[in-house]
């Protein structure tokens, strides 16, 4: 089955399988100067770059989809759009800022069908409604399972279990990253996806144990926007260090997660189900963002996480412009670690992460 | 009148103390004017610093355009006083005042313009250190002077009502504005989406910019300003009918023809009969009139009046032979439009990043439909490669010789678009292009500034052998 590659929460996988293909979110294996990519995107931030080139790597893929989650994806989207550059076609999907009116509600279900169109005009298949309720259902079995688990993963199991419910297994066989509906998770997928500890610079960053529980440790939330996979050395850094990470609040993570879809709602109007879910996904992104506020301030409750962990990419200015506002609403300590490729603010990070975790002991 | 009051003396660019020193002949001579009008250096002297250090065009018609900008924030105050309702716009820069305007007891103003604050003030207002306090550092772009300013609340009143546009706008702009909301100051957001051209199955709009959208984008657009529309009648207990709308657009359409024929005049002259940056402020004017509608046509008519004038004369305050520039994106420091000239060029085209609020509003649809259309038109809403090909046209329009692309600190979309637009200006019409930052004071890089502007001079001289 050919693949979709994707980049965002808002894009539902159920409705990309639902027109024929295998959804496929990359969780960016490599950082972008590692690779020699067939396009370029000069002036864009680290991460779009990232994300747009690897897009266009991948073998399989039979279009990208770019959803315009900020400025900077939006722009760098157009790369791909010019031509003789790139040969898969490819779709900008605008999800909108706004929420809370009619308009922002509409405009994302419009883009949803657009979206379908698109699917259905590179070879996809119109999918019924009996379809798409099959694979709601499938995937909500799925989510379900991550979900009952994710306060007895460790932050590496969580990040493979959850990437892999996107369609990024790293080149392994799925099985190998499902969670088990077992309470403890036997860590296979952490072994699998542990060849990835490789610090951006490319050092290894052991000595260092595989993550696992230790009933011990600092619970902390790891906050920011996508977690590369090539930035989950931080897992086993806070783990070092004596914390571990009780809420992956990333993009990628857990806030990443819709709620769990109205089951009496798949029955009479599953594409409604599926875009009502996936909408009230927070973001920092939205205006307003009291949605996202709200979320963090509950799960800090929920989680009794004593620390939080800001992990934002150099350029991210949405990101950026919120930290003092996280700082100032949180009712736990907050650190601000802004990461790009390099080594040194790799060490740098090393650093204010272990001592953010001394002072939070 | 013009002989009377001494303002047929020929052209030239002069100081601040120079402008007050003419003012006073000027104003014994029995020069008429508005209240708002007199000499310069009393702004001066309320703290705007940098205009000792820029250079201004003589005649009275540019005095009256220099005071109308510099006395708007009085103007606001007023306003206030009077029990006006304030809005404040953000980002869609020149849509919402149309609607505003078209009510009765309004003032708008656009908050996003305290990015020249810090220019103007020379820094003395200490508002990049107010927004660096509340973590909007200088990784973002200038317009963050504005957190500053809604903290203090020393430059503008507290608008009544504070709308923003989102969705296809840049980061810098959509996280600082989520900031000011976030300050206790609610914002009303509507959505503009990422213009693209329609699909297999949908019908297509030209839009006003000479671009072209899917109709169901316009669509959107359209029952979000409505929406606003609706906000705006609470704000303001008036009711915005479809004929007050399309009055608004109307007033609108005035102001952008009369630039619009500025324009025209002073870019396609020889000798040049206006300096950049009385035309940069001139442009400015067709966002939301500076705050006085009537004023504004004004002062464009006497700006008009001059420029004919000069032009019959073949008269100017810039040499013949100056190299035509097309000048891409504001600059922070008004002082770079001086320098400019001072290097041997002259501004025959430009995108100040609105060029959908100098096109003329659509009047044979319906009028929330022909502002729709207008604000999807929007340069920085669409593909940068779209913005490219209208600035090549526009190029090509203005016989333009050299490009500047400047940039502006820490906005995330200069990198991409200068890249864009450079290439597409170099391949396609073969002409030199300098990308030039431009901080909000030049004075630390203005040699190096210089000497950059100076070699493109000489390098589009070249070119004309």
């Known amino acids: 089955m050919k693949r979709i590659c994707y980049n965002s929460a808002y894009i539902p996988p159920e409705w990309i399988e639902a027109h024929g293909f295998q959804p496929f979110r990359p969780c960016n294996h490599k950082p972008f100067n590692e690779n020699r990519a067939p396009i370029s995107v000069d002036g864009c931030c680290t991460w779009s770059q990232v994300y747009i080139t690897q897009a266009t790597m991948h073998e399989n893929v039979a279009a990208v989809i770019v959803a315009s989650i900020c400025d900077q994806l939006r722009r760098s989207s157009e790369a791909l759009n010019t031509p003789g550059r790139h040969h898969t076609p490819t779709m900008l999907l605008h999800i909108p800022a706004t929420w809370q009116s009619e308009s922002a509600q509409r405009c994302y279900r419009d883009e949803l069908h657009r979206l379908g169109n698109f699917l259905e005009s590179i070879g996809g298949t119109s999918p019924t409604p009996g379809r798409l309720k099959s694979i709601l259902i499938a995937y909500e079995v799925k989510r379900e399972d991550v979900r009952m688990q994710l306060q007895t993963m460790t932050g590496r199991e969580r990040a493979t279990a959850l990437a892999a419910m996107h369609g990024d297994t790293n080149g392994k066989p799925e099985h190998a990253h499902r969670a088990p509906r077992v309470p403890h998770f036997d860590c296979a997928a952490a072994k699998c996806a542990h060849e990835d500890t490789l610090c951006p610079s490319g050092q290894s960053v052991a000595p260092r144990a595989t993550e696992s529980r230790d009933s011990s440790a600092t619970p902390i939330a790891l906050l920011g926007s996508e977690l590369p996979r090539y930035q989950w050395w931080l897992f086993d850094t806070i783990k070092q260090h004596g914390g571990h990470v009780a809420l992956d609040a990333t993009d990628y993570g857990q806030r990443g997660l819709p709620e769990p879809i109205d089951q009496s709602l798949i029955d009479n109007d599953p594409f409604e189900a599926m875009a009502s879910a996936y909408q009230q996904i927070p973001h920092i992104r939205q205006r307003p963002n009291d949605r996202f506020f709200d979320w963090l301030l509950n799960a800090i409750k929920q989680t009794n996480v004593k620390g939080i962990i800001l992990r934002r990419s150099l350029w991210c200015d949405l990101w950026h412009a919120e930290v003092h506002r996280i700082k100032q609403l949180s009712p736990i300590p907050v650190i601000d670690i802004d990461l790009d490729v390099d080594a040194t603010t790799c060490e740098r990070a090393e650093g204010r992460i272990a001592a953010f975790l001394e002072m939070l002991r | ?465």
């Open chain 2, 1 to 465: 009148m013009n002989e009377k009051h001494n303002i047929s003396d020929e052209p030239k660019s002069i100081t601040l103390q120079q402008w007050d020193e003419r003012y006073e002949c000027l104003y014994k001579a029995g020069m008429p004017g508005p209240d708002y009008n007199g000499p310069l250096g009393r702004h001066f002297e309320d703290g705007d610093l940098r205009l000792a250090s820029l250079r201004f065009d003589n005649s009275p018609a540019a005095l009256r355009l220099w005071n109308l900008l510099l006395s708007e924030e009085d103007r606001l105050q007023a306003d206030r006083e009077a029990g006006r309702t304030i809005i404040g716009a953000m980002k869609d820069l020149g849509t919402v005042p149309v609607m505003a305007y078209a009510l009765d007891n309004v003032a708008t103003f656009y908050p996003d313009g305290a990015w020249w604050i810090p220019c103007v003030m020379q820094h003395s207002a200490g508002l990049l250190r107010v927004a660096d306090k509340l973590g909007i550092d200088e990784s973002f772009c200038p317009v963050r002077a504005m957190v500053g300013a809604f903290e203090t609340g020393n430059h503008f009143p507290t608008p009544d009502l504070l709308i923003c546009s989102v969705g296809a706008v840049c980061d810098d702009f959509s996280a600082i504005a989520q900031r000011v909301e976030a300050m206790g100051h609610p914002v009303l957001w509507w959505e503009v989406p990422p213009r693209r051209l329609a699909g297999a199955n949908e019908t297509s709009v030209r839009l006003p910019s000479g671009f072209t959208a899917a109709s169901s984008q316009v669509d959107l657009v359209r029952n979000e300003l409505r929406r606003v529309a609706g906000e705006i009648e609470k704000a303001t207990g008036q009711t915005l009918t479809g004929a007050k709308l399309s009055e608004g657009i109307r007033k609108a359409n005035t102001v952008r023809e009369k630039i619009s024929s500025l324009r025209q005049l002073v870019y396609t002259s020889d000798p040049c009969p206006l300096p950049a940056l009385e035309m940069l402020i001139v442009e400015m004017l067709a966002l939301h009139y500076c705050s006085d509608y009537e004023q504004t046509v004004e002062v464009l008519d006497e700006l008009l009046t001059e420029a004919r004038r000069r032009v019959d004369q073949n008269v100017s305050v810039l040499d013949g032979d100056a190299v035509r520039v097309f000048w891409v994106n504001p600059v922070a420091d008004l002082q770079v439009m001086n320098l400019l000239e001072e290097v041997g060029g002259r501004i025959s085209g430009t995108d100040y990043m609105f060029c959908h609020a100098l096109s003329q509003i659509p009047d044979d649809v319906e009028p929330f439909e022909a502002l729709a259309r207008t604000a999807l038109g929007d340069p920085m809403v669409g593909p940068t490669a779209d913005r490219a090909r209208m600035i090549c046209r526009e190029i090509q329009k203005f016989g333009c010789e050299a490009v500047i692309v400047s940039r502006i600190p820490g906005a995330s979309h200069c990198a991409f678009e200068g890249e864009v637009i450079g290439k597409m200006v170099r391949d396609g019409l073969g002409l030199p292009v300098v990308e030039v930052e431009v901080p909000t004071v030049i004075d630390a890089v203005r040699p190096a500034l210089r000497t950059r502007l100076e070699a493109l001079m000489e390098t589009a001289r070249g070119r004309r052998q």
